[in-house]
T-cell receptor
């Protein structure tokens, strides 16, 4: 079975500072990893994904994520945070066992960016 | 290209009533997924459908819940005899049928079900 852990319920950062939202995963095969963002009372918006290739993945809104196989991590990063980045962030792993291709999500990390 | 459409956005039902949630996938997408998000929790997979087929329903409660994706029309998630514990946000996602399962799932805005 696959799983995702987001160890921090909330991350606080000042605007202009770099941010990191942590994610670790567990899968039996090759991991397909995703980051989504959810704004209040909205659906999930896709940010980026790792399938194969370069360990540093660039996504929407200036976000990037680094895949680290030895540490089984896929941390989300941004060099300079904005107040508008404040939202709920979900890491997810794709399950490809059998005929299923569902996503398994972490519990989410709330990012709060302040002036 | 319109995104994933869900309706209604908000649904209020009394205990014992039926709830029907609709999802129209993005154009060109033939795979639909339903997820449930309980308050202050992450999303939990419920069911995965293709046209006229249920592929994986391992996340569906055994009773009262059913889903379909007919040849024509939207996918429907149906909850019979709703109880207060069914109150949640229900999200639909869709993707194309790429070999290897690498395609991204795109999510709709969700239906927020409140059971009184």
């Amino acid at each position: 079975a696959q799983s995702v852990a987001q160890p921090e319920d909330q991350v606080n950062v000042a605007e202009g500072n770099p941010l990191t939202v942590k994610c670790t995963y567990s899968v039996s095969g090759n991991p397909y990893l995703f980051w989504y963002v959810q704004y209040p009372n909205r659906g999930l918006q896709f940010l980026l994904k790792y399938i194969t290739g370069d360990n540093l993945v660039k996504g929407s809104y200036g976000f990037e994520a680094e895949f680290n196989k030895s540490q089984t991590s896929f941390h989300l990063k941004k060099p300079s945070a904005l107040v508008s980045d404040s939202a709920l962030y979900f890491c997810a792993v794709r399950d490809l066992t059998g005929t299923a291709s569902k996503l398994t999500f972490g519990t989410g990390t709330r990012l709060q960016v302040t002036l | 290209n319109a995104g994933v459409m869900q309706n209604p956005r908000h649904l209020v039902r009394r205990r014992g009533q039926e709830a029907r949630l609709r999802c129209s996938p993005m154009k060109g997408h033939s795979h639909v997924y339903w997820y449930r998000q309980l308050p202050e929790e992450g999303l939990k997979f419920m069911v995965y459908l293709q046209k006229e087929n249920i592929i994986d329903e391992s996340g569906m409660p055994k009773e009262r819940f059913s889903a379909e994706f007919p040849k024509e029309g939207p996918s429907i998630l149906r909850i019979q005899q709703v109880v207060r514990g069914d109150s949640a946000a229900y999200f639909c996602a869709s993707n194309r049928a790429l070999v290897g399962g690498t395609d991204t799932q795109y999510f709709g805005p969700g239906t927020r079900l409140t059971v009184l």
